[in-house]
């Protein structure tokens, strides 16, 4: 595993004549309640990619931080202090930005990692507007879109909620959440800080302009209280196994 930031760009040439696997974290700047930092999902998303490359000898680019707008039913919503957020074309526009500059290196495969909600449509249009541009000139890139969630096998999910898993809409800087970076990052988790609060309980709708109704006041939509150490290892040792799995059989590695 290597990280683009970290290498010249001749050995970047060098690194790109096995055409590597390519990943490309995306995460957001957004509240997280009180126990956890604001770059959560731009944090994990980055450790996601870093822990999968490292099993497909992959090359990781420079994540990008920032995310699309909160939105109240799935991150808390833009009401918060502390959560920056990108238009929908500002990210479209970074994400067919940085297709088109690695087509240009001749990167052949790409795959797009993200770890905030929002984020999945907009990631999609970029890489379809990439898609057509590069089609347009001859060239030619495989990328994959996926979100780090969904490979947690449910065995697993069925023990860590002992059978009351929320919804991963609902799990924001909840117990998936805050159990993982209890075990890769715990200088940055305040435990004394979990909130009590039960579930965040909605509208069925989305309302404009977002006003923070039925959000629960810390930020946090589902009980936190359980999270652990020990739960951020099965979820990410899984997940990370799942994810190699997946990639490994899609483009025919031998991990
Ligand atoms: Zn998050
Ligand atoms: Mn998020």
């Given at each position: 595993m290597a990280r683009t930031d970290q290498l010249t760009w001749t050995g970047y040439v060098e690194v790109l004549q096995g055409n590597p696997l390519v990943f490309l974290p995306v995460g957001a700047h957004e509240q997280h309640g009180p126990p956890?930092?604001?770059?959560?999902d731009a944090l994990l998303a980055t450790r996601m990619a870093e822990a999968v490359a490292s099993r497909v000898n992959g090359l990781v680019l420079p994540t990008i931080s920032y995310g699309y707008k909160s939105q109240a039913r799935s991150g808390g919503g833009q009401t918060f202090p502390g959560t920056i957020s990108l238009d929908g074309s500002t990210l479209v526009g970074m994400t067919q930005d940085i297709i088109r500059e690695l087509a240009r290196h001749g990167v052949g495969r790409l795959v797009v990692l993200d770890g905030h909600y929002e984020n999945q449509w907009f990631l999609t249009e970029g890489i379809e507007l990439a898609q057509r541009e590069l089609q347009a000139s001859g060239k030619q890139m495989e990328i994959l879109r996926t979100e780090y969630w969904?490979?947690?096998?449910?065995?697993?999910?069925?023990?860590?909620?002992?059978?009351?898993f929320p919804g991963y809409d609902l799990e924001h800087a909840a117990l998936i959440e805050t159990s993982m970076m209890l075990y890769?990052?715990?200088?940055?988790v305040r435990v004394d800080a979990i909130p009590q609060n039960d579930q965040a309980d909605?509208?069925?709708?989305d309302r404009y302009p977002?006003?923070?109704?039925g959000v629960p006041a810390s930020g946090v939509l589902a009980p936190a209280r359980g999270a652990s150490y020990d739960k951020g290892q099965l979820i990410i040792e899984s997940t990370v196994a799942e994810i190699a799995r997946a990639l490994a059989a899609h483009f025919g590695l031998v991990i």
């Open positions: 956890l930092p604001m770059g959560t969904d490979y947690c096998p449910q065995h697993v999910l069925d023990t860590v909620f002992d059978g009351n890769w990052q715990p200088e940055l909605f509208d069925i709708f977002q006003d923070g109704k």
